[in-house]
């Protein structure tokens, strides 16, 4: 079955490296399905991140994973756009006003709607 997911190689040296930092059972499977979910970071220490690990991954082969410090974890800058809402084109927006004029037919016209 063919999952669409790009598959990824671990090497022996990460797989050690992964039982140091925690990971049990079959750990070289662990590693491949955390870079295949991962997301692109960018990192001194790596360049894809799932949850609070951060690897290193050249040519789809894992060559590097490490844990990231809680206070590394709020820092972190994730390659590609902006995320956040985007105004959608039509929509209207609320703006706040100090303008009475414009705060009594608002609050006219909430009174009508009820």
Do not use: C
């Not at 669409?4 to 671990?10: A, E, K, S």
């Not at 690897?55 to 844990?67: A, L, Q, Y």
């Not at 590609?80 to 105004?87: A, E, I, L, T």
Request: charged content about 30%; overall charge positive.
């Amino acid at each position: 079955m063919t999952t669409g997911f790009r598959q990824f190689d671990v090497t022996d040296d990460v797989t050690v490296k992964a039982r140091r930092l925690g990971m049990y059972g079959k750990v070289a499977e662990r590693v491949a399905w955390m870079a295949r979910h991962s997301v692109p970071l960018r990192h001194q220490r790596g360049n894809r991140r799932y949850e609070h690990y951060v690897m290193r991954i050249d040519d789809g082969v894992v060559v590097d994973i490490d844990v990231l410090a809680t206070d590394e974890k709020t820092a972190m800058t994730v390659a590609g756009p902006p995320s956040g809402p985007r105004p959608r084109p039509g929509r209207r927006t609320l703006r706040l006003t100090d303008d009475e004029d414009a705060l009594r037919r608002i609050a006219g016209g909430l009174a009508g709607n009820r």
